[in-house]
């Protein structure tokens, strides 16, 4: 294998970022591209699937570690917090934060090693690799960085598309391309992957075979980036695709998703690999201290992002996603340790003041202290859970949306079938035969059930501009120090500036974007 020496010295894409430090655990190791030799890599097809284990957790980490919560969970005002990222809050943001380098430099590190392996695989594996794990691996690498634009599309709007790592050394300088091409890049990449991935049934409870991608993994995310482009004929028949393949199904019982012990279920489409046991920073799940309170988990501090009093009042009455999404006094979680104790109680009199901020703090993906349940915590107390990209309820909440394509409501069956089948886990009451489903109860669906999982954000960017003005200009974003505030956001606060540092060295980020030359 040839090895290229590059220095990017004004590039926006930071390939180095897929030379960072590999760890030991499966899903979080990669092999290393600046000391191999041609004559001991590719040489098996162990070391080929390895190529891509980084993308499946450990790339992720600059991204997930904050800014994925405040991007996401505080934008969208499900959450609030008084650190990291609170200008985001009153729509703040400027482009010097490390909020916004973080995101662009990890999907644009995934980027660059997905290219390495389209480009460069098929000639660099020996001959004794087999053609299958090939042909898999490559379309791993298609799906993963259909992926990282997906994110930095809905993040930064129009963005470089980059195919050719070497000839963006040879000329850094390169201008964004236009939304519409970023998408149907995106959207080429998931029908490659969806033609050459594996072909399987998901394993029912947790296995470590559910980790890997597949092609109902490419056909799911096929159909959401179609709902995000109004393509409802194409979203209806992807999303139905995957339902009627059985490969998917919900976890009986929404506690379960979060569990460590439940990692990579039957729901899961995709998710991010972390272990505690790595011990190395960013290699494990941080939500446990970003969301966490610090009772729960042997850190420093905790909780820096707290549910909001809005996404608070969102959640029925009976709505067992409530407990399981954020806590409040009183609350008892039998599995859970916390201050040092299994059996978990939130008691208002021992804790009086943990609540302060708005009365609730997040669980979900807060496992508590290490148990057997959930694995060792590592220095920086992050553990071992898995957090969700894509589940099976959002595909069943896709295919809902696409029925009703655009319209304010539908007594169609297919659509409150799917709707449904979320109610009634979450214990709440289906839709009789007489009652449509409205398109606000469905996204008012989509909130509670995703709450805290970075997915709200998104779903108000693709609402009519108007609408989203008005949902969240009536969303209490203050804390309880504050009282009730209200902020109103402009149209070009749904697309966040450009890293400056990024736009420094590569000025064409100011430009406007030009059409992409299709291959």
């Known amino acids: 294998m040839k090895i290229y020496k590059i220095n990017f010295k004004s590039v ?27 004559d001991n890599f590719y040489t098996s097809d162990e070391q080929v699937q390895r190529t891509t284990y980084g993308m499946y957790g450990r790339m992720w980490a600059p991204f997930f570690t904050k800014c994925f919560f405040a991007l996401s969970e505080m934008s969208s005002g499900n959450c609030w917090s008084n650190v990291d990222g609170n200008e985001v809050i009153q ?35 020996k001959a004794g690799v087999s053609p299958d794990v090939i042909k898999n691996t490559i379309a791993e690498a298609h799906f993963f960085r259909a992926i990282s634009y997906f994110y930095l599309v809905r993040l930064f709007g129009p963005v470089p598309i980059i195919e050719d790592n070497l000839a963006l050394a040879k000329n850094p300088l390169v201008n964004n391309n236009r939304i519409e091409d970023v998408y149907k890049f995106i959207e080429n990449d998931l029908k490659y992957a969806a033609a050459n991935l594996k072909a399987k049934v998901r394993a029912r409870g947790a296995s470590s075979e559910n980790v890997f991608v597949s092609q109902g993994t490419a056909e799911a995310f096929l159909a959401k980036i179609y709902l995000y482009q109004k393509d409802y004929p194409n979203a209806k028949i992807m999303a139905e695709k995957v339902i009627n393949s059985g490969e998917f199904a919900l976890v009986p019982n929404y506690s379960d998703l979060f569990l460590t012990s439940k990692n990579n279920n039957e729901e899961s489409i995709y998710s991010w690999q972390w272990s505690g046991a790595v011990n190395e920073y960013q290699a494990g799940n941080p939500s446990n201290v970003q969301y966490g309170l610090e009772i729960l988990n042997n850190a420093s501090y905790g909780a820096v992002y707290v549910p909001s009093n809005d996404i608070q009042e969102a959640f ?79 595909l069943l909440l896709i295919h809902a949306e696409a ?24 214990g709440l009451s289906e839709l009789d035969a007489n009652t449509p489903l409205t398109h606000t109860g ?16 998104y779903d108000l960017g693709r609402l009519p501009r108007a609408e989203a003005i008005d949902i969240i200009s009536k969303q209490d974003r203050g804390s309880d120090y504050e009282g009730v505030k209200h902020y109103t956001p402009v149209e070009t606060d749904f697309i966040f500036p450009k890293p400056a540092n990024d736009v420094r060295k590569n000025p064409k980020l100011k430009e406007a974007p030009v059409p992409y030359v299709f291959k």
């Open 91 to 125: 729509f703040k943001l400027t482009s010097d934060s490390y909020i916004l380098s973080d995101p662009w430099r990890s999907c644009f590190g995934v980027i660059a090693q997905s290219n390495d392996l389209i480009n460069n695989l098929n000639n660099n594996a």
């Open 403 to 426: 029925i009703m394509a655009g319209a304010e409501e539908t007594n169609n069956a297919a659509a409150k079938a799917s709707y449904n089948l979320v109610r009634k886990r979450a």
């Open 12 to 38: 926006a894409l930071c390939v180095l970022l897929t030379l960072s430090a590999s760890c030991s655990e499966d899903y979080l190791d990669r092999p290393t591209q600046d000391g191999y030799v041609s």
């Open 442 to 457: 469905l996204f008012h669906e989509r909130r509670v059930e995703f709450a805290f999982e970075g997915e709200y954000w």
């Open 316 to 394: 029925e009455t009976g709505d067992v996603r409530r407990k399981e999404s954020y806590m409040i006094y009183g609350d008892i979680y039998p599995g859970m340790q916390g201050d040092g104790v299994v059996g978990f109680t939130l008691d208002k009199t021992k804790y009086p003041s943990v609540l302060d901020a708005t009365g609730a703090a997040v669980k979900k993906y807060v496992v508590g202290e290490a148990t057997g349940e959930t694995g060792p915590a590592d220095n920086w107390a992050s553990m071992s859970n898995c957090n969700y990209i894509m589940r099976y309820a959002d």
